[in-house]
């Protein structure tokens, strides 16, 4: 008996040494680990503007700001303590009043609160798993109170309890949860709001105001009224506190997770940074939960133009597309829909008949889409009919196919020319985080339209076969691909204008004139400068980008208006490559940077050395000469209010203009509508389109009409405030010169029909004088004649049935076209007295 008592003392000191030694190893753990100042509990990320002020947050599950204890206001202070521990101040980590009354209820089966101290209840969130109800935890978390006791001040466990307990859906502290519940600060609350917030620490879901304001209202009259009793607060002042709040709630909010109820004020842009947050941070660091500051290059002032401008240019495009396409529709069924039935019963093709019956059809089943189907639907889930549920589901998807083909979107993206920062993103119509999240000014894949032409003329100034005042031929022609298939383009609205300067060609956006420059300088010239402009470098991105063919002369490519922005802020930063960037920084908690974005691209932008010029600054200078004729006297110039949205004051009071260039774009069948404009300070590039090919936004609707006016109101806003300033000229390579309108030559007395003064590079300015006006003139023998004319490319000609007045001709004309008598239509002779000159390129 001795010996089994003496093993027994044994065996019990063994495990109270043990006990003892385990505790004080997790005590000095939790020194080790739980220093105040090393406080580590999941915090959003914040995403500031280049200003510093705040987009938004990204959290998952917790949101959570930390605020210092001395910040937060004595009422809340107090409420806290009358609510959940009076004697906090008083006690060491545990109250036996407490533990008691609790134990006794739990044995009586009574509900009289929760015997756990504040600090108790700090311990057991940081320490043990209080979803757990045994003993065994009841007496870790007790031991753990007590070391904290020890460990920490009671300022300091208090401040950590404010910020670090759970207090409503997906919000963590009482800064996380003033914001959500109050939409204001913490450092901000009333009486009433500090009481209503305290009982969130208890039960968030059953005392939660959003969800059980009856509830809620009398929890926190009880914590009002023991802070009265308390001494914390006089009756009146609580009384009117009280009544305030609930006169003036918001019965209608709904409750939902806090993430989904974030403030974002420029959604688009938050969410192109968070998917290259994606990319740098991947699996490294958690943005949703470490707390990090995205320092990014946005500028609010900048976004909040573009989402209003954007958000009226598409409620114009839809208004009047609809409208048209009513009356297209209304037209084809009164004047095409008669002639196909009269070719149906002639030639007995009863298939293409259009009956009533087949109109009806139609007109159901668009019916039954938009009204009929979403009854059913509602009436298969209150029914619980999932056969029902099917059908309605296949409803729904095609009337968002429908809708997707007959929606007009948008997207506008700003890049400052200097820094590439990207100042404005807008995506689309609306940001959606379940049906709309394509970001199409960085995601979109679109036809440029003639806003693409710009790329290609800079690398015809450097041929030299091209100048600003090249004559060329806006007339009817055959351009043949590289597999011999036919191409013969149309201008817009099907017009021709003649003669034409090259400058003028840009500024008018002509695409005849267009595709022999083209022709002239060939495709890979073009698309090694568009790729060069665009940065696209990959080889396979590049073949796949530009088509060997002649559509692509007019835009009819796939790219992003990002691209499109990218290269024309080269011709703006004198030819400079422009690297597009969102993020400048990413710092953690403490503020220390740990991933310096701005100081990389930079440093890759030195690498380069001199290939960072893209271009060179002369021909860049002569390109925005080019591109400022477009906003001057080309397709922009109604879009810039015909100048006056580029006209601000000075400091002093006076007046100057900013210079603006650009280039509109519209696809051949109306389909994407652009401009892409520049001044010396920011680069624009707007879209109008459908997500889905097969529509066309109508006559009324293109890069000039659509797109132009909302480029001019967001540049004009984006300027305000700023000083004045010019495109840099080179110091040399460049000459200005005087040409004749006409002929692009230098001009003679003779010279009556106007001059303009133009940008050259050195070396290609004209040197002969005009010989279309005056002595030299030729047009003997044909000056007032109707001609038809035919057209050669490769040995097909092109006869048209138009007759044309050729008032005067200049040299070269006759190589490219053949005459002929308006009679007979044979091939006449050259014998009008005319010297028949040598083959001129420039004039093909």
Not at 772 to 792: K, V
Request: hydrophobic share 40%; with cysteine; glycine share 8%.
């Amino acid at each position: 008996m001795i010996r089994i008592a003496a093993g027994f003392v044994m065996f019990l000191v063994v495990a109270i040494g043990a006990g003892v030694g385990l505790a004080l190893a997790e005590t000095m753990n939790m020194r080790n680990q739980e220093n105040f100042q090393e406080f580590s509990p999941a915090l959003p990320t914040k995403i500031l503007d280049r200003h510093g002020v705040l987009i938004t947050e990204f959290s998952a599950d917790e949101k959570r700001e930390l605020v210092p204890l001395s910040s937060l206001p004595q009422h809340l202070i107090e409420a806290t303590l009358a609510r959940e521990d009076p004697e906090f101040y008083k006690h060491r980590g545990f109250s036996v009043r407490g533990i008691m009354r609790a134990l006794y209820g739990q044995i009586t089966g009574r509900s009289l609160g929760g015997g756990s101290t504040i600090t108790q209840q700090v311990a057991g969130t940081l320490y043990t798993n209080r979803s757990e109800y045994s003993l065994s935890r009841k007496v870790r978390e007790l031991w753990y109170a007590i070391q904290m006791e020890r460990r920490y001040t009671k300022n300091e466990i208090l401040e950590i309890y404010l910020n670090y307990m759970y207090m409503g859906p997906g919000v963590y502290g009482v800064e996380a949860a003033s914001k959500y519940f109050f939409n204001h600060s913490a450092k901000d609350i009333t009486l009433a709001e500090a009481a209503l917030l305290v009982i969130q620490l208890s039960s968030p879901a059953k005392y939660n105001p959003l969800d059980n304001p009856n509830v809620a209202m009398e929890r926190q009259r009880t914590v009002l009224d023991k802070m009265i009793e308390l001494g914390y607060a006089p009756q009146e002042e609580a009384d009117a506190s009280f009544r305030e709040y609930w006169d003036n709630y918001d019965y209608t909010r709904q409750s939902v997770a806090a993430y989904y109820h974030r403030d974002d004020k420029a959604p688009w842009f938050s969410e192109y940074v968070r998917r290259e947050l994606d990319e740098m941070m991947y699996g490294t660091m958690d943005y949703y939960r470490d707390g990090y500051t995205v320092l990014t290059t946005l500028d609010l002032a900048h976004q909040e133009a573009a989402e209003k401008y954007m958000a009226q240019g598409l409620e114009r495009a839809n208004k009047v597309y609809n409208a048209s396409r009513g009356n297209r529709f209304v037209y084809a069924e009164r004047t095409f829909l008669p002639i196909v039935n009269l070719l149906s019963v002639f030639f007995d093709m009863g298939g293409i008949y259009g009956t009533a019956a087949a109109r009806n059809e139609a007109q159901a089943m668009n019916r039954y889409t938009k009204t009929i189907n979403p009854l059913i639907d509602m009436a298969a889930v209150f029914f619980d009919l999932d056969d029902l549920k099917t059908l309605t589901a296949k409803g729904f998807s095609d009337l968002k196919d429908q809708a997707d083909q007959n929606i007009v979107e948008g997207a506008l993206i700003c890049i400052e020319n200097e820094t590439g920062y990207i100042t404005a993103i807008v995506g689309g119509s609306k940001y959606d985080a379940a049906t709309n999240q394509l970001i199409r000014a960085t995601q979109g894949r679109v036809m440029p339209g003639s806003s693409f032409k710009p790329l290609y003329y800079s690398a015809a100034l450097d041929t030299g076969t091209f100048t600003p005042s090249t004559l060329i031929y806006d007339i009817p022609i055959v351009f043949h691909n590289e597999d011999g298939t036919p191409y013969i383009p149309l201008n817009f609205r099907g017009e021709w204008k003649g003669s034409v300067l090259f400058y003028d060609a840009l500024a008018q956006s002509m695409n005849v004139p267009s595709l022999k420059v083209l022709d002239g300088i060939g495709f890979d010239a073009a698309i090694n400068r568009a790729a060069a402009l665009m940065g696209i470098t990959d080889p396979n991105a590049i073949r796949s980008t530009f088509p060997r063919v002649y559509p692509m002369g007019l835009g009819i490519i796939s790219v992003a208006p990002i691209q499109m922005a990218r290269a024309f802020a080269v011709f703006a930063n004198q030819g400079r490559a422009v690297t597009p960037i969102a993020i400048r920084a990413i710092e953690d908690r403490n503020g220390k940077i740990l991933i310096d974005n701005e100081r990389t691209v930079r440093l890759a932008q030195q690498e380069k050395g001199k290939d960072i010029q893209v271009i060179s600054p002369q021909n860049a200078y002569v390109m925005t000469t080019l591109l400022k004729k477009t906003v001057e006297v080309g397709t922009l110039r109604s879009g810039s209010g015909y100048g006056s949205k580029f006209v601000f004051k000075d400091e002093n009071g006076g007046t100057f203009r900013m210079p603006a260039a650009g280039k509109t774009g519209t696809t051949q069948n109306w389909s994407d509508a652009w401009t892409v404009g520049f001044t010396p300070y920011y680069t624009t590039a707007i879209w109008f389109g459908f997500d889905r090919p097969g529509n066309s936004l109508g006559l009324d609707l293109t890069g000039a009409t659509l797109a132009g006016p909302v480029w001019g109101d967001f540049m004009r806003d984006i300027h305000q405030g700023l000083a004045k300033k010019d495109f840099i000229r080179p110091a040399t390579g460049v000459v200005d010169v005087t040409v004749c309108a006409k002929s692009g030559l230098i001009p003679t007395d003779s010279c009556n029909e106007g001059k303009i003064t133009l940008s050259f590079l050195s070396g290609t300015q004209p040197d002969r004088y005009c010989d279309l006006h005056g002595a030299d003139t030729l047009t003997a023998g044909i000056t007032g004649t109707n001609l038809r004319y035919g057209m050669f490319s490769g040995s097909e000609s092109l006869l048209t049935d138009d007759t044309v007045g050729l008032p005067s001709l200049p040299q070269g004309l006759f190589d490219d076209i053949l005459l002929f008598d308006e009679e007979t239509e044979e091939e006449n002779n050259p014998d009008y007295g005319l010297d028949m000159p040598d083959y001129n390129p420039l004039l093909d």
